[in-house]
């Protein structure tokens, strides 16, 4: 994608990735809105950032959605690049009893509200004369982790959705990209010094080059091999991933 001249709205902007991503955007002189549920944190990230706009977001929400949508066609009619980015990770057990409740969050946030809120600024987005639609999923849509089966499973999802949507939107101005991270050291689940977490800022900088790449899927080098899993022998390489982090916990708390 071309890295200037946007007006970019990025969901769950207020932190982690989609605040490195706001901060490194907003840096080369886009117009940058962040959407989140958590107002004071949003009023934190744009006082930083002087001339960032932030705005209240429910993805859960459909109504939340929509008004979101209109409100940003009017205020920000040049909105060229939608980056959907917020997203949950519980923990759960697929060998045991999975809490309703959580399950269905987890499908509503990371994998309808894209959906939603796609479909809601989609023709607004195919008017503009160049448009992105940014997806963040994980490398876990192509390697599960068994611990957040749920998660792992909506992110396969909206890769899936993304190739879809990436073939319906050929000949139109809007291109879709794909960010697949591998564990980044942010909230998510749970912010310290694990070493196998990647640092936000080296994250940031190496997706940054990747999006300016035009490549349908970004994947920062260290996670290529379990990107690029063997199809049908998959097999034995989700075992073996699933079996070091059995044997070296992910910490919680
Ligand atoms: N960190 C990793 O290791 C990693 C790896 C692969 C993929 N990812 C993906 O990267 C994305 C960002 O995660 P992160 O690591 O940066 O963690 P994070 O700091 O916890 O960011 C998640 C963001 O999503 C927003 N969000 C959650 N539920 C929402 C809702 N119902 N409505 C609106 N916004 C909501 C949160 O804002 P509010 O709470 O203020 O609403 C928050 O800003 C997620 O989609 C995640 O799955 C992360």
Redesign the pocket.
Known sequence: MQLTDNTILI??????????LAEAFHKLGNKVII????KA??DEVITANPGMEGIE?????PA?IQEVATTLISRYPSLNVLV??????PFDDAAGHIDDATMI?TI???FM?PIRLTSALIEHLKSQPRSVIIN?????AFVPLACNAV?SAT?AALHSYSLSQRFTLLGTSVSVQE???????????HKGDDPR??P?DAFIEQTMVGLATDVPEVVVDAIRPLRDNPGSQEHALIHGFNQSVVENPIPVG
Request: cysteine-free.
């Open positions: 969901t769950g902007g207020a932190s982690g990735i989609g605040r490195g959407a989140g549920r958590r944190l949003l977001l429910d993805i859960n929400d939340s959907n980015n917020a997203g949950i990770m969050g509503t946030t990371n509200g963040n999923t994980s490398v876990l998660y992110k960010i697949a991270p591998p564990w980044v050291n942010t909230d998510l689940i977490a990647m936000l």
